[in-house]
Antibody, heavy 119, light 111 residues
Framework: QVQLQESGPGLVKPSQTLSLTCIVS??????????WNWIRQHPGKGLEWIGY???????YYNPSLMSRVTISVDTSKNQFSLKLNSVTAADTAVYYC???????????WGQGTLVTVSS | QSVLTQPPSVSGAPGQRVTISCTGS?????????VHWYQQLPGTAPKFLIY???NRPSGVPDRFSGSKSDTSASLAITGLQAEDEADYYC???????????FGGGTKLTVL
């Protein structure tokens, strides 16, 4: 079955760019039909959808983060990535990647990776 | 401030039934978009629990059920067990945002 795994630095300095990658195994991003998402969870808080990308490269972002977010896809490596620039302490969170239909549910999820923004 | 509203906490004794509400608006649940539910145990990723309002993925016990009406939805858990103690989140699609939205989460305590 499809599995997702996040990777990237666990510590980012304020004002710098947070970069994470989600590696997909057990299925091909290029097969289409699914959207590939980033979701975050601030410590002790709820879930926040960041955005998604389709295998074609078409992406859509949460309007609250749109000015700072870029999601890209590399179908040759079967992975997709998140970049969030100009980070502050408020961006400290566990970041998850997950698969979905466009208006559907998220499944499966990656295990999540904690990113701390601190100098 | 989450787009979907859930009670912060609910509790119940083992064997009892509890419900968790999820209230939305005319741009999400009220617009006909389906509601999905997740269970999150401490330190783990959310687990897919209910999809399309009232459907259980394979492996989810039939003690868990969902319903939807107008601009709200509910998750019901019957025969409460200690292992059900977790955070529960509802999720839907919002046409104003053109993206997914979550509830703020509800912490279930099994007394």
């Amino acid at each position: 079955q499809v599995q997702l795994q996040e990777s990237g630095p666990g510590l980012v300095k304020p004002s710098q760019t947070l970069s994470l990658t989600c590696i997909v195994s057990g299925g091909s991003i290029s097969s289409g039909g699914y959207y590939w998402n980033w979701i975050r969870q601030h410590p002790g808080k709820g879930l926040e959808w960041i955005g998604y990308i389709y295998y074609s490269g078409s992406a859509y972002y949460n309007p609250s983060l749109m000015s700072r977010v870029t999601i890209s896809v590399d179908t040759s490596k079967n992975q997709f990535s998140l970049k969030l620039n100009s980070v502050t302490a408020a961006d400290t969170a566990v970041y998850y990647c997950a698969r979905s239909l466009r208006t559907g549910w998220f499944d499966p999820w990656g295990q999540g990776t904690l990113v701390t923004v601190s100098s | 401030q989450s787009v979907l509203t859930q009670p912060p906490s609910v509790s119940g004794a083992p064997g009892q039934r509890v419900t968790i509400s999820c209230t939305g608006s005319s741009s999400n649940i009220g617009a006909g978009f389906a509601v999905h539910w997740y269970q999150q145990l401490p330190g783990t990723a959310p687990k897919f629990l209910i999809y399309d309002n009232n459907n259980r993925p394979s492996g989810v016990p039939d003690r868990f059920s969902g319903s939807k009406s107008d601009t709200s939805a509910s998750l019901a858990i019957t025969g409460l067990q200690a292992e059900d103690e977790a955070d529960y989140y509802c999720q839907s699609y919002d046409s104003s945002l053109s993206g997914s939205v979550f509830g703020g989460g509800t912490k279930l305590t099994v007394l």
